[in-house]
């Protein structure tokens, strides 16, 4: 069924959800789905509300026309995506595939709704798996002498692409901060470790040391400041002390698959928006 | 903080929440939270509303009657609680005191924001520890021939304390017909099993028998069809094959306290409507 | 590392334990791993050990020579395997792919130990995905009238294939009674519910008629009995008010994928023995 | 049942269950549950064994004559418990009760063994509640003046009480580090966050801030390092962008509670041996 998703934040008042949503009526915008949360932290309120597309008298710039007064004495940060253009996303990968792999079985499967146009990897490995499903596939090998040129033609690749959204899938580069400035909320990264816990390299293995009894895997966007930006969702698993850091791989591989395939879907149904460093999620 | 909660359910159709916020709006009322549900299934409207009570133009009463033809034209099902008046929780309960020791300790920490004037029991066991709590204890012994006066005297009880809400915590008789069907959607039952698995009697040895490797509790609203009633919350935990019935009973005591006292927490919340035989919960 | 994997039942007697750990350290064995268990209910006794292969002055033929004189004192059901021996899967799918999908990108990642010589179909629709993993696929239509004819071409393949174990991946064909028989213990199904709930056709839709808030898959042991054989693993996942049909079964896809990714591993390990109607798993 | 308990940890060795087996067999030693766990990263087996009481013709004093051998030939580290002799627990509590209800609640219905001679806190709070469960209560105030004539009456307390373990049921005072190392592997401390992650004061408040998606709790050994000690059992709870700091201290509750009183359990059955910093649990 085609949709029209509204997402709004703007600072919290009396009236808003009740201008909103005449507004819609008036225009006979039947509304399947809708969530809101005020922020009695900040101040800030958020909402998000699907629109059946067959029932509202406006298209997606008709309704920029129109909704534009509101907006503004409001003071309304809002995005309207009309769900009959799929977004495009771009996956990025080094050697190890299952997050790959469970990204590409889903969108087969139609369980996650998007284009594909692109994968980029460092490695030739994954060559044959993304071209059987009719992807295509560059390879961009990442070296530390042309690191700069390097991330000046995935950078080139991804404005070609016109990806809406560009997914680290255990892509195992740091990202330049300039192009994580370039990209702030489109770029969405898995890392081994249920953050703030063992960031930087070898998480599975710091896990092992310290003794902890669950260990995790975090879904969030990328921003220049490493495995510290929003997070969007995590995934646990316990495991016991028999298992070696080996194990801990292995395991983890299923949280990791699970917390980016959650975040990614959630990023693509429009239900995650950012708040400074924080998430809100309308799942 | 005071607030009111308004709960609604009616016939979906467009146009309700712009009608009810746009209320709100115009009396001065600050919603601090808000939650809907369309129904596409059965074509039902559920919306839950919190509003900061010191912002609002009206008392409970002056809004019921500002907000009747509202509710008529949109034919809502409506109710509306103010939160400076606690509900008053009837708890019954037989030898077993784990659900009622949680539910007390809850109680006494404040995260369960009700009144509890008594707990009736059909044996003395847990006299002392509720009386220790200030708490009202009665004693209905329920016997084979007694049934029909015990459930007279249960019911008087219940009237007389004035219960909003009435919770077996482990209430091992079954109750009448007649009391479910006089308190519908007010009677909470911990089940000990995950229905509708292994209904009826010892549960946890016919989850043993069936070899499961998860074990759960069911929390619902009791209904004169045994064990059949609208599901309020469930819990799960996971079993190996060491664990004997024995063991079962053990680890199912937590998964009962828990399913128990989110459950009831909800219900006090106003978070819990009833749709058939299914529950919407907005937690 | 290659290793000699013991699994043991027999009724439980003192000394059991010393003899055969007697045995294996006589004989130069190091123990990577060692589990055991006395079932209290059933008397008898389980016991699992993986000996490093390449410390033991014995290979498996000689193992069962100088082995057998112990194994009858204790009547001891015993079976020993090299893992230098790969075992050989079969997987039968209908039109859903996800479990397959699942199986064959653990299975390229070395996550499951085993080789996959075929998978059976009624339907063409996987071929492409099988081939490309470079398996043979078998395409044998099951109609009303040659249900006959079409599993004993099932059993062919599969004796032809010299499968091990044959993995039911969301077949959805009812196994005749007599092959459940000839392969007792060797078949492994995913069943789209958490049995013993919502047993037969259409599980999520029976999970949503009920109103449960968690829904889940079992991984079990085919016997004639249909969904009444021994249980080797369940997955749960919370699901609410909002999720129609529809979204159980997409929420449903991840928990069958995991049980039966697990159970499979767990068997292909020998870490799964069956006591009459359950199971013990030395995970 | 009354059962010996006996745990081992030496150097891993071939031959070392053999000889411990034969010897309990020897003397008539019904084993009722056996865990054993080589560890290939550090060199060292572990093992728990329970013996029924009833059918081994040693008693604990008796067992550890003829053992001495044995235990020698193979560097065992060992001890050996008689169930028959409940352990002390002495608890340490601050203002709030929530674990500490937790674990009376529990201690009274049976699901911990032990006894529990002693409550010490540094508040006059919870007297009423212990010395309803006939336990005394010891108040032991601490100022910044006072803490070494504190913590110097708070060692003769549990001297005194000859503790076989102590529990800091959310006791808000750091303990000084000659207490710590005075009672290695025998002070018990819930931590309120999924540690590493939020070490130090007011981790909720962390978690807020940093927008994680799950939080924990961490049931730990304590150790002169504050909040580094062995872990012995985690839990965590899924929140959401609606949760406050105030709602994480709730719903931590929950967390706290279970990890709590799953470590102590398992400590109390001689399940948790200690290696370097991490823990070997036999649950």
Known sequence: MRRLILTISCPDRTGIVAA????????????????????????????????????????????????GPLAAEYSLNWRLRDTEVPQKVVIMVSKQSH??????QRWRNKELECDIPLVISNHPDMRGLVEWHGIRYAEVPVTPENRQSAFDEVTHLIEEAQADVTVLARYMQIVPPEVCER?????????????????????YHQAYERGVKIIGATCHYVTA???????????????????????????????????????????????????????IVFD
Do not use: K
């Open 99 to 104: 997050c790959l792999d469970d990204l590409l």
């Open 225 to 279: 400041d490493l495995d510290a930006g929003p997070i969007i969702e995590q995934e646990v698993a316990r495991i016991d002390h028999a298992d070696t850091p080996v194990d801990l791989v292995r395991i983890g591989r299923d949280v990791e698959r699970a917390a980016l395939a959650r975040g990614l879907r959630w990023h693509l149904e429009d239900r995650v928006l950012i708040s400074g460093n924080r998430t």
């Open 20 to 67: 909103v949503t005449t507004f819609i009526a008036h225009h006979g915008g039947s509304v399947l789905e809708a969530s809101q949360f005020a922020d009695h932290v900040t101040g800030q309120f958020f909402q998000r509300i699907e629109i059946d597309a067959e029932t509202i008298n406006l298209d997606a710039s008709g309704f920029g026309v129109e909704f």
């Open 183 to 203: 990209y702030v909320g489109r770029i969405i990264n898995i890392h081994h470790s249920f953050l703030p816990s063992f960031m930087g390299a070898r998480p």
